[in-house]
């Protein structure tokens, strides 16, 4: 049983930063792909970041260059350091890992920032 839990959410000023973390119950090694997706009020639910099992990293046009993705395979943690957070980067985050064709899900973590 995978169990994805997200931490690290909270509210922020605009131009402030933030770390969410995901922390797998299992280890991450194995996985092909994970990252983070965002849905806010009203929106669907958008990819913001993955990296590969590679560690080959993609994101969002939005947030390039303010947002890094990382992963701690020592630790099952899956990283998203957030900086110079806008106002429209308001919305709940998921955590998602994706392992044999099935995919994971965090329960989210609610990033609100003020401007």
């Known amino acids: 049983q995978v169990q994805l839990v997200e931490s690290g959410g909270g509210l922020v000023q605009a131009g402030g930063s933030l770390r969410l973390s995901c922390a797998a119950s299992?280890?991450?090694?194995?996985?092909?792909?994970m990252g983070w997706y965002r849905q806010a009020p009203g929106k669907e639910r958008e990819l913001v970041a993955r990296?590969?099992?590679?560690?080959?990293?993609m994101y969002t046009d939005s947030v390039k260059g303010r947002f890094t993705i990382s992963r701690d395979n020592a630790k099952n943690t899956l990283y998203l350091q957030m900086n110079s957070l806008k106002p429209e980067d308001t919305a709940m985050y998921y955590c998602?890992?994706?392992?044999?064709?099935?995919?994971?899900w965090g329960q989210g973590t609610q990033v609100t920032v003020s401007s």
């Open positions: 998602w890992m994706l392992r044999d064709a099935f995919n994971y």
């Open positions: 299992v280890s991450i090694f194995s996985f092909y792909a």
């Open positions: 990296i590969s099992s590679a560690g080959i990293t």
